[in-house]
């Protein structure tokens, strides 16, 4: 069983930029999981952000392509969102998810892909 937590979510003005953290309890190794970052803002669907599979090769949604990157620290066992000219319409509760094993590109952004999920930390863009 892994367990993820996410932090560093919080309120910018747009422009801002933020750093969400996902840290992974042990019995995840990055060589084992792919990782990915979702969003869900009200009314909405849970969306697709970012993805990172083992080798660190990573995908983006259209939206965020160009603002967002995501890494992560194999050493420390966490994945980063790093998120700059932020906009009021990525406001939203962001969530870590991962499973075991690879997931082809085209399927990276299904949230029924993924086991494990954080409990989503929120972001909030202003004008």
């Known amino acids: 069983q892994v367990q993820l937590v996410e932090s560093g979510g919080g309120s910018v003005q747009a422009g801002g930029s933020l750093r969400l953290s996902c840290a992974a309890s042990?019995?995840?190794?990055?060589?084992?999981?792919?990782m990915a970052w979702f969003r869900q803002a009200p009314g909405k669907e849970r969306e697709g952000v970012a993805s990172?599979?083992?080798?660190?090769?990573?995908t983006y949604a259209d939206s965020v392509k160009g603002r967002f990157t995501i890494s992560q620290d194999n050493a420390k066992n966490t994945l980063y969102l790093q998120m700059n000219s932020l906009k009021p319409e990525d406001t939203a509760m962001y969530y870590c998810?991962?499973?075991?094993?690879?997931?082809?590109?085209?399927?990276?952004?299904?949230?029924?892909?993924?086991?494990?999920w954080g409990q989503g930390t929120q972001v909030t863009v202003s004008i």
């Open positions: 042990s019995g995840y190794t990055s060589s084992t999981y792919y």
């Open positions: 998810a991962a499973r075991r094993g690879y997931l082809i590109a085209s399927r990276s952004f299904l949230a029924p892909f993924y086991e494990y």
């Open positions: 990172i599979d083992r080798n660190g090769w990573s």
